[in-house]
């Protein structure tokens, strides 16, 4: 799997848009990309994936670099509520018959702090 | 409405005991998945079962087991074997087993505790 680099923490407006980034210069053709977030003591939320298109759902938009050797998450309008870990994570398509468990490999994530 | 749901969100176990946490899901999903996260770090695979009646060890299978009997549910015994079971637990489920185009769905987790 792709290794990713994100940037330890960050801070952001309450009201602003937070653009969170991830650096996957090892993605390979049929690898997507994937947000989760952590609230403490909470479960890994989903927030988002994509392939080679932009993506924008109710929770966030994802831009992803022509090369796609990097991707931006962003949060249109951070809320206190937003202050987690967010980790972007690189996955293969499902391979029958590989030895593909589908886990999912959580590297240290960004922890996004909003401020008011 | 549809999710997983894990209980109990606090377990405290005793030396030599076994005990055992549940995971329900009602989103029809094939795969479903037991993580282990301990502070500050990652997630780590525990077992993982791509349909009913058939499961699979992960990454750190020893001291655990599972069953799954049924489509919604996959309970995890943490064994005495498990000789450092004090973690936050995580339990996920995906229409099938591959990343694909559908993504995991994760429960709030059960942090255990030793006496």
Redesign the interface.
């Known amino acids: 799997d792709a290794k990713t680099t994100q940037p330890t923490s960050m801070d952001c407006a309450e009201g602003r848009a937070a653009n969170l980034p991830c650096n996957h210069s090892t993605i390979s053709g049929n690898e997507y990309v994937y947000w989760y977030r952590q609230i403490h003591s909470q479960g890994p939320q989903y927030i988002i994936h994509g392939l080679k298109n932009n993506e924008t759902n109710e929770m966030a938009s994802l831009i992803i670099t022509e090369d796609r050797k990097s991707s931006t998450l962003i949060l249109p309008h951070a809320t206190l509520r937003d202050t987690a870990v967010y980790y972007c994570i690189v996955r293969p398509r499902i391979t029958h018959g590989s030895s593909n468990t589908g886990k999912l490999i959580f590297g240290q994530g960004t922890t996004l702090q909003v401020k008011p | 409405d549809g999710g997983?749901t894990?209980s109990p969100k606090y377990l405290f176990r005793k030396e030599g005991q076994n005990v055992t946490l549940s995971c329900e899901q009602n989103l029809n999903h094939d795969?479903m998945?037991w993580?282990r996260q301990d502070p500050g770090q990652?997630?780590r695979?525990i077992y993982?079962s791509q349909i009913v009646n058939d499961f699979?060890k992960?990454?750190i299978a020893e001291g655990y087991s599972v069953s799954r009997e049924k489509k919604e549910s996959f309970p995890l015994t943490v064994t005495s074997a498990q000789k450092n079971p004090t973690a936050?637990y995580?339990c996920?489920s995906?229409i099938?087993?591959?990343?694909?185009?559908q993504?995991?769905?994760?429960?709030?987790?059960t942090?255990l505790s030793i006496l």
């Open positions: 997983i894990q795969a998945y993580y990652g997630l695979l993982y699979q992960g990454d936050f995580l996920a995906s099938d087993l591959g990343m694909g185009r993504p995991q769905h994760f429960g709030d987790g942090r």
